[in-house]
């Protein structure tokens, strides 16, 4: 089974920006579809982008215009690159898998991100 590792995460004033990672054990070209999900004190788990194997992505509305995700299949990685951030993008972000000949869905440990105001 593959794991999923995020870093990046941290502290960081309003405006600020930080760069998640998700890298995989193994090879991220098996999976049609990578995303990354937050979930903030009392609320509901939200996606927040995707990406597909094409290269495709989708945002959630709030992010759009300010984050962006990519992936590096040599490196086996996803990253999202937030700028602008603000405090409701306080959360713990995950990045999930999904695996076009397993149908697995994988899921990290999570990162947690502090925007302070």
């Known amino acids: 089974q593959v794991q999923l590792v995020e870093s990046g995460g941290g502290l960081v004033q309003a405006g600020g920006s930080l760069r998640l990672s998700c890298a995989a054990s193994g090879s991220i070209t098996r999976f049609n579809v990578m995303d990354w999900y937050r979930q903030a004190p009392g609320k509901q788990r939200e996606l927040v982008a995707s990406i597909s194997s094409g290269g495709d992505t989708n945002y959630a509305d709030s992010v759009k215009g300010r984050f962006t995700v990519s992936r590096d299949n040599a490196r086996n990685t996803m990253y999202l690159q937030m700028n602008s951030l603000k405090p409701e993008d306080t959360a713990v972000y995950y990045c999930?898998?999904?695996?076009?000949?397993?149908?697995?869905?994988?899921w990290g440990q999570g990162t947690q991100v502090t925007v302070s105001s």
């Open positions: 999930r898998s999904s695996d076009r000949f397993t149908m697995r869905i994988s």
